[in-house]
C-alpha cells in the first residue's frame, strides 16, 4: 500500500473547445442542409462539401487533438509531466513561482526539456525566457484556469 499523495493535473480550461466544436457542429450541419437542399446544384455541391469538410471533419480532429493536449501540467512521484510529453525529475526542478498573472517553473537542468523524444523546448529559448522573467517556462493565468499563486501552492505542495 502506497502512501503517497495522489498527483496534482492542470489543466487548461475545456470550455472553449467546447464552444467551439459546437460552432464547428452547426456549421457542418449547415453545410449538409445546403447540399440537401438542391444537390443537383455545383455551387451547393461544393459549399456544402467544404462546410462539412472544414468544420465537420477538420474541426473534429483539430478538437480532439487539442482536448488531448489541454494537460499542461502533471506532478507525481516521478517529477512534473509537461504539456503530456516530457518529464522532468523534480531533482532538476529549481523553483516554482507564481507572479500576479503567471505561474512559472525554473530548471536546474534543461537535459530532461530538450533531450525527450517530442520535445519542442530549446535551452536557448528557455535561457531567453528566463532573462527575462526569472522563470524558464511559463503558463499565463487565461491557460491555467485558476489563479497562479494557487497553481503554484498545489505544485509546491506535491513537490518532495
Given amino acids: 500500500m502506497s502512501t503517497s499523495a495522489p498527483p496534482v ?6 470550455g472553449r473547445l467546447i464552444a467551439l466544436a459546437v460552432v464547428c457542429f452547426v456549421i457542418a450541419a449547415m453545410g449538409v442542409v445546403v447540399y440537401l437542399v438542391n444537390p443537383t ?11 462539412f469538410g472544414v468544420f465537420g471533419v477538420g474541426g473534429g480532429f483539430s478538437l480532439v487533438g487539442q482536448f488531448r493536449r489541454s494537460t499542461l501540467l502533471r506532478a507525481d512521484d516521478e517529477g512534473l509531466r509537461i504539456d503530456n510529453r516530457v518529464t522532468v525529475p523534480w531533482k532538476d526542478v529549481d523553483r516554482i513561482s507564481a507572479t500576479p498573472t503567471a505561474l512559472g517553473i525554473r530548471f536546474r537542468s534543461y537535459d530532461a526539456l530538450t533531450q525527450a523524444p517530442h520535445s519542442t523546448y530549446t535551452a536557448d529559448a528557455m535561457r531567453a525566457t528566463r532573462k527575462e522573467t526569472g522563470s524558464d517556462l511559463l503558463w499565463h493565468e487565461k491557460v491555467l484556469g485558476r489563479p497562479p499563486r494557487e497553481a503554484a501552492a498545489a505544485l509546491r505542495a506535491r513537490q518532495p
Fill in 9 to 14: 493535473t492542470i489543466v487548461s480550461p475545456r
Fill in 41 to 51: 446544384e455545383p455551387l451547393n455541391i461544393i459549399a456544402g462539401a467544404a462546410a
